[in-house]
């Protein structure tokens, strides 16, 4: 089978002289990059680097908004009132995209972070707010969506246009949501085995949970957390393993 799929990364997650990952390695293999919009992290001139950057790359740019929680990383839960949500989104968004404008580039697609992220795989209407606010904004962005979830459902009723994403270094629920981190074995270190899920999971267009349960989706495009140590080598082996099988790796 010869495929289509896009890879992506959570990047431009320095904040001032703090700096994480290795952004200018992983824009070596990926195709796709989700920029952090300053409130869970980045800044205006880690936004700025990281969009010049992929645009030197072909890689394509898209906006990682997520909580105001830069000391947790958008990874600790938040209630928000829907206005208030709303309004979160239109800031990051309207940040990512002026930054993006200035690099010569524009966005292409609209990705949740963190908390914010699982929370809408858990709840519909919490999915639609973003979602509708990002399309209210720019009705030609591509949503990520975790699929077989909430998310999905919210991007069937809005209508818009959607991919399908799975996580190479972490693992799955029975119910097609991530197994939470501090459980073990939520994280996969290891860059073979990675590329051996992730192969496998496209080719079955299934996602393949930590019990071994198949769960029949759409697969589009596979995240590799810019922020895990072992990201690179992930990134490397999980391209590798796809263009083996015979699959195009290409921007969405």
Avoid at 26 to 55: R, W
Wanted: hydrophobic share 45%; net charge negative; charged share 20%.
């Amino acid at each position: 089978m010869n495929r289509r799929i896009d890879l992506n990364a959570d990047m431009g997650e320095g904040y001032g002289r703090w700096s994480i990952g290795n952004d200018a390695a992983l824009l070596e293999h990926i195709t796709s990059a989700n920029i952090a919009c300053g409130l869970h992290a980045g800044d205006p001139d880690v936004m700025a680097s990281t969009m010049a950057a992929a645009l030197e790359k072909g890689v394509n740019l898209g906006a990682h908004p997520g909580f105001p929680d830069i000391q947790g990383f958008g990874r600790r839960r938040m209630t928000l009132p829907e206005a208030s949500l709303r309004n979160m989104i239109r800031y990051q968004l309207g940040a990512a995209d002026a930054m993006a404008r200035a690099a010569g580039g524009r966005l292409q697609h609209f990705k949740l972070h963190g908390a914010l992220s699982n929370m809408a795989s858990e709840d519909t209407a919490l999915a639609r707010a973003c979602y509708e606010t990002a399309l209210d904004f720019d009705p030609d962005l591509t949503i990520l969506i975790l699929p077989l979830t909430a998310m999905e459902e919210a991007m069937e009723a809005l209508g818009g246009e959607w991919a399908g994403e799975i996580f190479a270094d972490r693992a799955y629920n029975e119910d097609a949501t991530l197994v939470d981190r501090s459980q073990p074995g939520a994280m996969i270190h290891d860059g073979a085995q990675a590329a051996a899920n992730m192969a496998a999971m496209v080719r079955e267009q299934a996602i393949i949970c930590a019990s071994g349960k198949h769960l029949p989706c759409r697969v589009d495009t596979i995240c590799v957390h810019g922020d895990t140590p072992e990201s690179l080598e992930i990134a490397r082996t999980v391209r590798a393993g796809l263009e083996a099988d015979g699959h195009e790796v290409a921007p969405l």
